[in-house]
């Protein structure tokens, strides 16, 4: 794939999203369905690898870049994720006061509902994927189950399924 296209695709994912994986169903469409460059496996490792590393909830946008083209798509990818800070602070400049406005209250909220759907819609495939056995199943419903019912860090969804995983391997 060509770098500005991805460099391109890659901006639309990140400018389109309000927060970090909101970005997937448009990374999913562009590179999974529409020009097949990634794979929903890949996809899934991208996020993975994304996720467990600190930073930004879109940093998996660096991997998505990186399984296309390599390390020029990864530096892709890092500059995706750095062009909308640049563009937003004009943005801001310009909307000053006028973001506290009903319609435009209205309207984000609209956004982000439209953006859960989507990432709903995106994560149905990933999931049936990644899902491939009781194990797998029971652990997630178990960590989602978890992070509902309390409100503790993600750290110990990820510990308690490597022990359980572990455990399983005896």
Same mark, same amino acid.
Request: proline share 5%; hydrophobic share 60%.
């Given at each position: 794939?060509?770098?500005?296209?991805?460099?391109?695709?890659?901006?639309?994912?990140?400018?389109?999203?309000?927060?970090?994986?909101?970005?997937? /169903?448009?990374?999913? $469409?562009? *590179?999974?369905?529409? $020009? $097949?460059?990634?794979?929903?496996?890949?996809?899934?490792?991208?996020?993975?690898?994304?996720?467990?590393?600190?930073?930004?909830?879109?940093?998996? #946008?660096?991997?998505?870049?990186?399984?296309?083209?390599?390390?020029?798509?990864? #530096?892709?990818?890092?500059?995706?994720?750095?062009? /909308?800070? *640049?563009?937003? #602070?004009?943005?801001?400049?310009?909307?000053?006061?006028?973001?506290?406005?009903?319609?435009?209250?209205?309207?984000?909220?609209?956004?982000?509902? &439209?953006? &859960?759907?989507?990432?709903?819609?995106?994560?149905?495939?990933?999931?049936?994927?990644?899902?491939?056995?009781?194990?797998?199943?029971?652990?997630?419903?178990?960590?989602?189950? *978890?992070?509902?019912?309390?409100?503790?860090?993600?750290?110990?969804?990820?510990?308690?399924?490597?022990?359980?995983?572990?455990? &399983?391997?005896?």
């Amino acid at each position: 794939m060509n770098l500005i296209l991805l460099y391109l695709l890659l901006l639309k994912a990140t400018v389109t999203s309000f927060s970090g994986l909101t970005s997937l /169903p448009v990374v999913r $469409h562009d *590179f999974v369905e529409t $020009h $097949h460059v990634l794979t929903d496996r890949q996809l899934n490792a991208a996020v993975v690898a994304g996720r467990t590393a600190p930073g930004a909830n879109g940093l998996y #946008i660096v991997s998505v870049g990186y399984f296309v083209a390599g390390m020029p798509g990864a #530096i892709m990818g890092a500059l995706a994720i750095m062009t /909308p800070a *640049f563009l937003i #602070i004009p943005l801001l400049r310009y909307l000053g006061a006028r973001a506290n406005r009903p319609a435009i209250k209205s309207a984000i909220q609209c956004v982000m509902l &439209a953006a &859960a759907g989507l990432v709903i819609s995106a994560t149905v495939p990933l999931a049936r994927d990644a899902l491939t056995g009781p194990l797998a199943v029971a652990i997630a419903v178990a960590s989602f189950l *978890f992070l509902v019912g309390t409100r503790k860090d993600t750290v110990w969804v990820i510990l308690g399924s490597a022990v359980v995983g572990l455990l &399983a391997k005896l």
